[in-house]
């Protein structure tokens, strides 16, 4: 038995449950600088205003934006959990507003070389955070790198946060299409929405979104969703330097009330592909690292 069998035995062995308690969200870009993990945390700050309890999941492993931009210094990280010494519950740190984050560390080399213990036990914490949480936000690294693309594939709800800078788009184009190439990835299962940042006002965060999905139906035969535009707003670069995001520091900001009205805009729709839970997104993640 190979490895690749051996790694599909075990993901089938732990039953992954296909309904999710929490809404699993992937927010990623084609470039970096254009403001992902931002919105990824004020997001976070957002819903959980609304009462929602959130937990954010660094997967832009190495750097630490999240707990960086939290100001928050985590005792342990996902390195932790797969080696064994943490539980992944147990790995969860809180950020302002009780909003939950958890960080990547240098987590992705663990992740490549898991053993038969290890899967399961990340893989069974992975459903309890499923029930901790109503929000998952998953933040993966920019670009199209191969885990990238492994995450964003594997989700069932994505954010693909881009400005209306001609290399965002670009990026972001090159992005979708190497999505649209990806094994495995599904435009049925998958719905992929995008978050203008860095605009003027909604009239240019909606051109540009017009301007993406033109190009994308034609090219790709993908159709993409709007989630809404966030507006360059000084106020954010001063919440960055004081590492306390914006919805906190200035919540009467033009960005604080557009990431407002974000969160309100997703809790009011329905997802029209079928929903995954965390466990199931690191299932296919697993999944597609086994079959290369």
């Not at 539980?87 to 560390?105: A, H, N, R, Y």
Request: without cysteine; charged residues 20%; glycine residues 8%.
């Amino acid at each position: 038995m190979d490895q690749a069998e051996q790694l599909r035995n075990i993901i089938k062995m732990n039953h992954i449950r296909q309904k999710s308690t929490a809404r699993v969200i992937t927010i990623t870009s084609g470039k970096g600088g254009v403001g992902k993990s931002n919105v990824a945390i004020n997001l976070g700050i957002q819903l959980k205003k609304m009462g929602l309890k959130v937990i954010i999941l660094d997967a832009d492993f190495g750097l630490a934006n999240i707990e960086v931009m939290f100001g928050t210094i985590p005792k342990y990280n996902l390195r932790d959990a797969i080696e064994g010494k943490k539980k992944l519950k147990d790995i969860i740190t809180e950020g302002p507003m009780g909003v939950q984050f958890i960080s990547g560390g240098n987590g992705v080399e663990g992740l490549a070389n898991l053993n038969k213990i290890q899967l399961s036990n990340l893989l069974r914490g992975m459903e309890q955070l499923d029930e901790l949480a109503d929000v998952i936000l998953i933040d993966t690294a920019a670009g199209i790198s191969d885990n990238v693309m492994e995450f964003v594939a594997s989700g069932s709800e994505v954010l693909l946060v881009t400005t209306p800078e001609p290399t965002s788009l670009t990026d972001s184009y090159s992005l979708l299409k190497a999505l649209n190439n990806y094994s495995g990835f599904s435009k049925e299962n998958t719905e992929v929405k995008i978050i203008a940042n860095k605009v003027s006002n909604m009239v240019e965060g909606r051109n540009l979104f017009t301007k993406l999905n033109l190009v994308t139906e034609k090219f790709l035969n993908m159709s993409l969703g709007f989630s809404g535009a966030i507006p360059m707003d000084e106020q954010i670069i001063k919440a960055v330097m004081k590492q306390s995001p914006i919805s906190i520091s200035y919540p009467n900001a033009k960005a604080s009330k557009a990431f407002e009205r974000l969160a309100a805009q997703l809790t009011g729709t329905q997802m029209t592909g079928n929903k995954r839970s965390l466990a199931e997104v690191f299932s296919n993640y697993f999944h597609r690292k086994s079959d290369k």
